[in-house]
T-cell receptor, first 117, second 113 residues
Framework: GESVGLHLPTLSVQEGDNSIINCAYS??????FIWYKQESGKGPQFIID???NMDKRQGQRVTVLLNKTVKHLSLQIAATQPGDSAVYFC????????????????WGLGTSLAVNP | GAGVSQSPSNKVTEKGKDVELRCDPI?????LYWYRQSLGQGLEFLIY????????KSGLPSDRFSAERTGGSVSTLTIQRTQQEDSAVYLC???????????FGPGTRLTVL
């Protein structure tokens, strides 16, 4: 079946370093991808998204890269801070927009990011 | 504005009892989702409501699970005859019809003894 998976289940970085979290997806028809951050005891929080007609999108200290050729998504966090410690999920929609009511998010397993002071 | 709210935040119940979990989506959001998350795991899709369309129930793990959405707003997830394996955090999310970003509530932590 369709799935989104993460290369690394855990990532440990030093404060101030850049972090890169990777994600592989298998649905070539996906047109929208989202990164979420989940802190302990809280629901996932939207970080940044990217549509399939783009290959890069930047936010505040975060950049998402999309490589449709190899079906790979990455989240880059610049100057990682202790507050960035969380589990990061990538998610993709299972069908293109307009394909009907079965459109829903498919979630990866998550990568736990630990920032060492 | 107000985000997605869920109640209760924690629920401890005995095996075999029924439980009801409530979700109040963001006002104006027509889509509402329920997910289940076990400790250290990803999100497991349960059910999806979109406007007046028939809900997508494809993720419900058994017939003990059901959900309703009244008036296109508040939703209730009901688990009948709870089992220990039902213990998890139940998350609700909503989004507007015209956008795809889902906004999550804080979740309800269910513990079945």
């Amino acid at each position: 079946g369709e799935s989104v998976g993460l290369h690394l289940p855990t990532l440990s970085v030093q404060e101030g370093d850049n972090s890169i979290i990777n994600c592989a997806y298998s649905n070539s028809a996906s047109d929208y991808f989202i990164w979420y951050k989940q802190e302990s005891g809280k629901g996932p929080q939207f970080i940044i998204d990217i549509r399939s007609n783009m290959d890069k999108r930047q936010g505040q200290r975060v950049t998402v890269l999309l490589n449709k050729t190899v079906k790979h998504l990455s989240l880059q966090i610049a100057a990682t801070q202790p507050g960035d410690s969380a589990v990061y999920f990538c998610a993709e929609y299972n069908t293109p927009n307009g394909a009907g009511n079965n459109r829903k998010l498919i979630w990866g397993l998550g990568t736990s990011l630990a920032v060492n002071p | 504005g107000a985000g997605v709210s869920q109640s209760p935040s924690n629920k401890v119940t005995e095996k075999g009892k029924d439980v009801e979990l409530r979700c109040d989506p963001i006002s104006g959001h027509t889509a509402l989702y329920w997910y289940r998350q076990s400790l250290g795991q990803g999100l497991e899709f349960l059910i999806y409501f979109q406007g007046n369309s028939a809900p997508d129930k494809s993720g419900l793990p058994s017939d003990r699970f059901s959900a309703e959405r009244t008036g296109g707003s508040v939703s209730t997830l009901t688990i009948q005859r709870t089992q220990q394996e039902d213990s998890a955090v139940y998350l609700c999310a909503s989004n507007r019809l015209s956008t795809d970003t889902q906004y999550f509530g804080p979740g309800t932590r269910l513990t079945v003894l």
